[in-house]
């Protein structure tokens, strides 16, 4: 196919070659790629009569829809930056995205509608409505139009899940989101015959560019829904013929747990992948014991890069602990706190390059004065805030944030170290490490059914007595964001309501 310059080219190109090929499942509905590309035809004349022009936000509040997915590609079409949100997000944040993007249009569905409909200056508009017009009004626009932009325009706008502070917008141009989404197939190479199960929201990056990797390889992607995602995950899997499935630390969990009970078993599902978190090596391990065949894929990211490395199926098995090697056209760069670079094997901060280093944020001159700096040539550079190592032969390391590292009884620890050791333990499920700061210790929460003495042992083994975490919270629930992944704001704010919390001293053997 003819290489795309704009997003909406994506989908034009694909309808072009396999018109009649399923593109989305939604419930017990399809639309073939000359559906959708009519459908996002229709959608960019509704927003062009709406008022929206190049370079305006659109603000589109929904779960894991179809029109969401149609409004994505027409706002391309106009030249507009699309910004998809979480239809479970709190109004609290709702507010701030709106007021940040400066969106002239906002488009909501039912749940979220309440909410988007009453903030002042806001011009709100039902996302059923708009889906309904756009498909009427199908190939009303025309696809190729003068005025849709250049590669180098913004289209689309990702906040950032604002563990450490209000969301921020990541903006992303045209060129950089088509980089970043060839890169990762150029490794990860979806088929044509895949069905694709996304159960992760389209305002989650991760699950945003499934709808760009399926487009390019003309797979058939499921939009998947919570329900999905929980205890009628085997038999959607296996009901849609699924062949590869994105997942987070905690879908893997309940994909092991359901996998182990018996019954329907996904006997096409060929490949899972994961970011958000590390999968350990005993979670890897269950789940090619739970599913025979099944290549298991890591992936570092950050939403300010989409993707920095992609792993060989299962690398977990020669090289434990490894996030692959970078992507093609990218280097990473690991330097120590005077900008050098470290020796390999030593550990320092992560530094980005490449064609996909996004734009930088919306409205933040500090922020990307500190992030995003220049080389000697003016090429961006993306400092990371991520602790990492290269080894000799070129394979990435993720060890933690610079937030999450803290001295302990005199020596440096992270919580990624911590979690890491817990999850290596047989029987443990899901970890999640709070650090010691602010006068409060280090602690640790963890989902197993060990008893605490087998697990403080267990960590302590792995970890040493200087490491250990002085507290350790046995749970059944870890609580977790939109995105699945860990939610360690409210596992501070809920820590007192743990199922058992008990401090381990540190020359104890528990």
């Avoid at 894991?64 to 930056?81: F, K, Q, T």
């Avoid at 045209?174 to 069905?195: E, P």
């Avoid at 090289?319 to 093609?328: A, E, M």
């Avoid at 000799?392 to 944030?401: I, Q, V």
């Amino acid at each position: 196919m003819t290489a795309p310059v704009l997003l909406h080219d994506l989908l034009d190109l694909r309808a072009a070659a396999t018109p009649e090929a399923t593109a989305l499942t939604r419930s017990e509905r399809s639309w073939t790629y000359r559906h959708l590309a009519g459908w996002s035809c229709g959608a960019a004349r509704w927003l062009a009569a709406a008022g929206v022009g190049r370079g305006d936000r659109v603000l589109i509040v929904g779960a894991n829809e179809a029109a969401v997915v149609a409004l994505a590609y027409g706002a391309s079409r106009i030249g507009a930056v699309f910004v998809v949100v979480s239809d479970q997000v709190s109004e609290f944040h709702l507010r701030h995205i709106l007021g940040d993007s400066e969106a002239p249009v906002v488009i909501a569905n039912g749940t979220a509608w309440p909410v988007a409909s009453s903030i002042d200056g806001a011009r709100a508009y039902r996302l059923d409505e708009v889906a309904e017009y756009a498909i009427e009004n199908s190939w009303a626009f025309e696809a190729g139009a003068p005025g849709s932009g250049i590669s180098s325009d913004p289209v689309c706008f990702i906040y950032t899940s604002g563990s450490t502070g209000l969301p921020k917008a990541v903006v992303s141009t045209h060129r950089q989101v088509l980089f970043a989404a060839a890169a990762i197939q150029s490794r990860l190479g979806y088929r044509a015959d895949d069905t694709v199960l996304c159960c992760l929201p389209l305002s989650f990056d991760y699950g945003l560019y499934q709808v760009f990797l399926s487009t390019i390889a003309g797979a058939r992607l499921v939009l998947g829904n919570d329900a999905d995602a929980g205890p009628a995950l085997l038999n959607r899997l296996v009901d849609q013929d699924v062949t590869v499935l994105p997942l987070v630390p905690s879908l893997a969990v309940t994909l092991c747990r359901l996998a182990a009970r018996g019954g329907r078993q996904p006997s096409l599902l060929r490949m899972v992948t994961n970011t958000g978190a590390d999968l350990s090596a005993g979670q890897c391990a269950r789940l090619r014991e739970a599913i025979p065949g099944l290549q298991v894929f890591a992936m570092f990211g950050l939403t300010e890069c989409k993707r920095v490395s992609i792993a060989e199926p299962d690398l977990d098995l020669t090289r434990p602990g490894s996030v692959g090697r970078p992507l093609p056209d990218t280097e990473v760069l690991i330097l120590d706190e005077d900008g050098r670079a470290v020796p390999a094997g030593e550990p320092g901060e992560l530094v980005v390059r490449g064609p996909h280093v996004m734009a930088g944020y919306w409205k933040s001159p500090e922020l990307n004065a500190r992030r995003y700096r220049r080389d000697a040539f003016g090429t961006p550079m993306l400092f990371t805030g991520d602790r990492a190592r290269v080894d000799a032969d070129g394979y990435l390391y993720f060890l933690g944030r610079d937030d999450d590292v803290f001295k302990q009884r005199g020596v440096r620890v992270s919580t990624t170290e911590i979690e890491a050791a817990a999850l290596d333990i047989p029987g443990v499920e899901m970890a999640a490490a709070l650090p010691g700061r602010d006068g409060q210790d280090a602690r640790l929460a963890v989902c197993t059914r060990l008893e605490l003495p087998e697990l403080t042992e267990a960590l302590k083994a792995r970890l040493g007595a200087q490491k250990m975490p002085p507290t350790v919270r046995v749970t059944e629930r870890i609580p977790l964001g939109v995105n699945g992944k860990v939610d360690k704001k409210a596992l501070a704010a809920d820590w007192d309501t743990a199922v058992s919390v008990v401090p381990v001293a540190a020359g104890a053997t528990a």
